[in-house]
């Protein structure tokens, strides 16, 4: 990975993801961009039908973000001077979607954080927007939580969908460098150790890295994966997330969704 892109989200303090951004760089020998975006989409939908009370704070709103992001480039470059990373800088109004998605074309992996349960703006994007997000975009998203990254034990979830093969493959040719100790835990009708799907994963994870373990965990997905991954103590998951919906109507991302939801895990998602 020779270019890595950083989502400055709204916040005043965002130095734990600068820190956690530049370390990945670092280690990847990467040129990294920060990209700071103004998010005029609640603006722009509302514009014509509230009152001018509600445009003055919008625009007050508004204003406030492009201070503080105005803040975030200048902390950013000041941090990537003193560690000696590569770096520039680009700055946004519009749909961080519709711009993400755009940007992350020219870069090998997009790094982001999550605004969490409680969907709030200045942590990060939501865990919705981050799953469209993953769906839109043609290479992997790094999601962080609200603390500098260790990222050194890496759970990679195989379900036996092709989403969760590429997720896992491009991670193990790209991106092995993030973790020290990695596990391969097949899941649902991924679980059987008699069955194709498990072998031909299992071969191909140890092919890479001969010290991978792993693990079967029969079951739904959606009820088991984030109890293991939280037991196993996981500093990263590994994740796949379908483009559209499977033929029997499960809706895709429910398990990127529901980690994100209900824990502070990272995820690298691939789609």
Not at 143 to 162: F, K
Not at 220 to 234: D, F, H, I, N
Request: hydrophobic share 40%; proline share 4%; glycine share 6%.
């Amino acid at each position: 990975m020779k270019h890595l892109l950083v989502h400055l989200c709204n916040s005043s303090k965002p130095q734990w993801l600068i820190e956690s951004a530049i370390e990945l760089a670092t280690l990847a020998r990467a040129r990294l961009r920060g990209y700071t975006i103004v998010d005029t989409r609640h603006f722009l939908e509302k514009a014509g039908m509230e009152s001018s009370g509600y445009a003055g704070v919008e625009a007050t709103r508004l204003a406030l973000a492009e201070r503080r992001q105005t803040e975030s480039r200048e902390t950013f470059v000041s941090q990537c001077i003193r560690r000696e990373v590569p770096c520039d800088v680009r700055d946004q109004r519009g749909d961080p979607l519709e711009l993400l998605a755009d940007e992350a074309k020219y870069h090998d992996l997009t790094i982001l954080s999550c605004g969490g349960k409680r969907n709030i703006p200045e942590l990060g994007l939501s865990p919705q927007d981050l799953i469209e997000l993953a769906q839109r975009v043609v290479q992997p998203l790094l999601i962080l939580r609200h603390e500098p990254a260790s990222l050194n034990r890496v759970l990679l979830v195989y379900d036996g969908s092709s989403a969760a093969s590429r997720a896992i493959r491009s991670f193990l040719s790209n991106a092995f460098f993030l973790g020290r100790e990695f596990r391969l835990v097949c899941v649902g009708e991924a679980a059987d150790p008699q069955g194709g799907a498990y072998r031909e994963m299992t071969q191909y994870c140890q092919s890479r890295i001969a010290a991978m373990e792993t693990g079967l965990l029969p079951g739904s997905p959606l009820k088991t994966v984030t109890r293991y991954a939280q037991k196993w103590e996981a500093d990263l998951l590994v994740l796949g997330i379908s483009r559209s919906a499977n033929w029997w109507g499960k809706p895709y991302g429910q398990l990127a969704s529901d980690v994100l939801q209900q824990t502070e895990l990272p995820i690298y998602a691939f789609a």
